[in-house]
């Protein structure tokens, strides 16, 4: 929930977060996207319409580029055992897709650039969303650049 609303989910109860979430995928459209290995969840991405997270325009470095209707991939997360294996790409294929059927025009990103910065916690690297197709459409900060995805 920390992705749709914000620093208001640590002063939350954590079953008032449980909660919230469970709305939003009952309510839809569907947060994100889990990966499996076998019965195994070793991976996440938060992958939804920009205009539900809101928390993205109060940080400066991720405000809107432009007035596009685009979609975002905003969160990131591989087990340590399976990183470097392909599935982070393969949540970024799988996301991609989700924002095609929905007729999106553009998914968005918030990596990290490892040329400049090491982290990449909770945002994967720009590198793997390169090899994937997106560019850079505004670097605010040198580490941390919005990359997309123009699917028209």
Not at 69 to 92: E, F, G, H, M, N
Not at 106 to 116: I, K, Q, R, T
Request: proline share 7%.
């Amino acid at each position: 929930m920390y992705g749709r609303i914000g620093s208001s989910y640590r002063k939350r109860p954590g079953e008032e977060n449980k909660a919230a979430f469970r709305q939003a995928v009952q309510h839809g459209p569907p947060p994100g996207l889990l990966a499996f290995d076998g019965d195994t969840a070793v991976g996440w991405c938060q992958v939804t319409p920009r205009d539900a997270l809101p928390w993205l325009d109060r940080l400066w470095q991720l405000k809107r580029v432009d007035d596009r209707t685009v979609w975002s991939l905003s969160c990131l997360y591989v087990r340590k055992q399976y990183r470097r294996r392909s599935a982070t790409s393969q949540l970024i294929a799988q996301a991609l897709e989700v924002a095609r059927r929905a007729n999106a025009p553009a998914l968005e990103a918030y990596p990290f650039d490892a040329d400049v910065s090491p982290s990449a916690s909770g945002s994967g690297y720009a590198s793997t969303f390169a090899r994937a197709g997106f560019r850079v459409v505004a670097r605010r900060t040198p580490a941390r650049p919005i990359m997309r995805y123009d699917f028209r």
